[in-house]
């Protein structure tokens, strides 16, 4: 099993609020990635980072930002939520010099 | 054109039925290849890698044909707790060298 942890599970929210949403990983992992997937479709990466201090944007445009100050934490911030975020958002590892990702359990957001 | 596609499914067969599932992808740089489960509405866990010689694990085989570009999964003997959605994952070689995910196939396994 991963140890790769997400909070909330679960989150319903109003328009406007901003939230953060929570993702560490105790296995040492390098590499972080943050998608948001929607029921029945593919998922789309919309943040990675290759260590602390680096991030980059994924394929998929989003409006929110991400951090790495720390190797096991790489939270994901949207400053105004907005009906449009309502998905759910996976975050996943992987070790240097490998491609194989593991996955949190995700968070479910609906934005009302 | 997608990085991967997948076979749309949904897949509905019978216990103890052979169900096969390929995938095609278009970066002919991919060098990782791997098949993921995610069951509803859970996270994508990793069922197997593949390997270019074809690799097997109880009752699941994987083969990769590089020159088609096409990934396949076999499952054998089906049991209802196969029943999941299963992702084709191949790698982006040539870009950031993160992963491409397929929609996915939904597999049904019916008592």
């Known amino acids: 099993e991963a140890d790769i942890y997400q909070t909330p599970r679960y989150l319903v929210i109003g328009t406007g609020k901003k939230i953060t949403l929570e993702c560490s990983q105790t296995?040492?992992?390098?590499?972080m990635y943050w998608y948001q997937q929607d029921p029945g479709m593919e998922l789309h990466l919309i943040h990675y980072s290759y260590g602390v201090n680096s991030t980059e944007k994924g394929d998929l445009s989003s409006e929110s930002t991400v951090s790495r100050i720390r190797t096991e934490h790489f939270p994901l911030t949207l400053e105004s939520a907005r009906p449009s975020h309502t998905s759910q958002y996976l975050c996943?590892?992987?070790?240097?010099?490998?491609?194989?990702?593991?996955f949190g359990p995700g968070t479910r957001l609906t934005v009302l | 054109r997608k990085e991967v596609e997948q076979d749309p499914g949904p897949f509905n067969v019978p216990e103890g039925a052979t169900v096969a599932f390929n995938c095609t992808y278009s970066?002919?740089?991919?060098?990782?290849f791997f098949w993921y489960r995610q069951d509803c509405r859970k996270e994508p866990k990793l069922l197997m890698s593949?390997?270019?010689s074809g690799n097997e694990d109880g009752r699941f085989t994987a083969q990769l044909n590089r020159a088609s570009q096409y990934i396949s999964l076999l499952i054998r003997d089906s049991k209802l707790s196969d029943s999941a959605t299963y992702l084709c994952?191949?790698?982006?070689?040539?870009?950031?060298?993160?992963?491409?995910f397929g929609t996915g196939t939904r597999l049904t396994v019916i008592p």
């Open positions: 970066n002919s740089a991919s060098q990782s």
């Open positions: 296995m040492g992992h390098d590499k």
């Open positions: 994952v191949v790698n982006d070689e040539a870009g950031a060298n993160n992963l491409f």
């Open positions: 996943a590892s992987a070790n240097q010099g490998t491609d194989t990702q593991y």
């Open positions: 593949v390997y270019s």
